[in-house]
């Protein structure tokens, strides 16, 4: 797999060595960008995809990193599966600290051709999962003193753009940000929110 970026042009977070992140939708695009640059840090990185060559190819292009990344294929549709994905690494890695929450389907539709069926799925993919992966990764944070929850939302929500159910779930990040933030900042779990392109 190509290099998304030249490391000799990244910044250096002494803060990150050592520290679990655990990143959804890891295999390519956003999310293997994040991963390189996570591991580069000296981070223990887990992601999930459904895309299994590409994540193998991903972590194959960075074994040489003190703490290669651990891909673990999952469908983030399948909340057991996703959060059964965070425990093992909690248990693995040790607790987790960062949480991503990137993975996204940004297929673009038409309001007239969506079902009832279609709308559910573009929320299993794009909403549901945020609030999953942050409930099973609270109980890690609170024992580790603290921990960051990051949920990419999207700038077509302030633009607009023609894929409504997409943008209705990436809006609702900014909600489930807020939320996380006012319940969790006493355990000093930090919350933000992030845009993406699409």
């Not at 991963?35 to 960075?62: H, M, N, Y």
């Not at 409504?164 to 940000?177: E, N, S, V």
């Amino acid at each position: 797999m190509q290099a998304i970026h030249s490391r000799s042009h990244s910044a250096s977070y002494p803060s990150l060595r050592g520290k679990v992140a655990f990143i959804t939708g890891g295999g390519s695009g956003i999310g293997a960008a994040l991963v390189q640059r996570f591991s580069w840090q000296g981070a223990k990185v887990a992601f999930v995809d459904i895309e299994k060559a590409l994540s193998e190819g991903l972590v194959t292009s960075l074994t040489e990193h003190v703490y290669p990344p651990v891909f673990i294929e999952c469908d983030i549709r399948d909340i057991a599966a996703l959060q059964t994905a965070i425990e093992r690494v909690g248990r693995e890695l040790g607790d987790v600290s960062v949480l991503v929450n990137n993975a996204a389907n940004d297929t673009r539709h038409k309001i007239e051709d969506v079902t009832v069926e279609y709308w559910d799925d573009r929320m299993a993919i794009n909403q549901r999962p945020m609030f999953f992966a942050a409930q099973a990764v609270i109980p890690q944070m609170k024992r580790l003193g603290g921990g960051s929850i990051i949920n990419f939302g999207s700038v077509s929500t302030r633009i607009g753009s023609n894929f409504p159910a997409y943008m209705t779930a990436k809006a609702g990040a900014h909600g489930l940000t807020k939320g996380l933030a006012r319940d969790l900042g006493p355990f000093n779990i930090r919350s933000t929110r992030l845009f993406r392109d699409g």
